[in-house]
């Protein structure tokens, strides 16, 4: 019967993708957004972040996670932050400068100060299919962790502002 329920939570989280952000606290955007580095023919960069008790996804063609450490899936809310754990919401503004292949981000990781690495809710995020487009990611992080870099897939992270 629990394997139904999750099963079915999966199948609703589809219908959450295209609802309105939820955010509690949030935190002003950054003033001078930070570029990614070698991810060639995109201009990536952060543009607010912020951090919330819960958020529903609102990123178009993403694979979630069920199970993130941190956090869990609830039914009509989207992401719950765990006790003693809050989301990390990067606000992302991605161009593509070139034409090319789009990039796929899998498995993104945040790391704070120390180089502890918080797993996103995502484990894919496509980019790059419009010539210019908002993402968003989402991390359950420790309450007031400070966040340091993001990874967003192999090969291309960069420092957070």
Known sequence: MKRAVYCFLIFLLGIL????????????????????GP???????????????????????????LIVPGAELVLGQGYVANRGFELAILQLSVRRVADGVPLSMEN????DDKGQSYQSVYSYLPLGQEASETRELMFPVKKGTALKKIQLTPGISFDLP
């Open 39 to 65: 991810a060639k023919g995109f201009d990536i960069k952060v543009t607010s972040l912020e951090r919330a008790s819960e958020r529903r996804p609102t990123s178009k063609g993403i694979k979630a996670l």
């Open 17 to 36: 993708v295209s609802c309105a952000p939820k955010s509690d606290q949030s935190l002003p955007a950054q003033p001078t957004p930070t570029s990614a």
């Open 108 to 111: 993104p990781l945040l790391f």
